[in-house]
């Protein structure tokens, strides 16, 4: 057994062992980062706003229907292009866009939730048509 570990030692550089390394990435957490968490808002959003399947925003942006699928559950980000057509698609900015997104739960204190809401109505305002969700 000593002449088992001596060898298999000696074929690692510097006497190391080799070690597994375990893998952070989104899709083995249990709570996706908070970039991913954004899109799949955003995809929700758009989704649900403008009464599209994933297969009909999918070929919008010009993806799979799988992506849209794994950016809805959190494990994968949109990039800028897709956030940028997705606006263009909506014809509002982007800032307009996550902002509407995220925008579904008004915060605690009263001087934010005064803000959250005079910044809601003057989106709306603005951009009427665009956030009439179903």
């Not at 062992?17 to 758009?46: D, F, H």
């Not at 989704?47 to 994968?76: D, M, N």
Request: with cysteine; glycine share 2%; proline share 5%.
């Amino acid at each position: 057994m000593l002449s088992t570990i001596q060898d298999s030692e000696a074929q690692q550089p510097h006497g190391r062992a080799r070690r597994r390394r375990r893998s952070c990435s989104s899709k083995n957490s249990l709570n996706p980062k908070p970039s991913e968490r954004l899109s799949a808002k955003i995809a929700q959003y758009v989704l649900a706003s403008k009464k599209l399947t994933q297969k009909e925003l999918a070929k919008k942006l010009g993806v799979q229907q799988g992506y849209i699928s794994k950016v809805t559950r959190g494990e994968k980000n949109f990039t800028l292009s897709h956030l940028e057509l997705l606006s263009s698609f909506l014809n509002i900015p982007v800032a307009v866009l996550v902002w509407k997104a995220c925008a579904s739960k008004p915060p605690r204190s009263k001087a934010r939730r005064k803000l959250f809401e005079n910044m809601n109505r003057l989106v709306s305002d603005l951009y009427p048509d665009c956030f009439k969700v179903a």
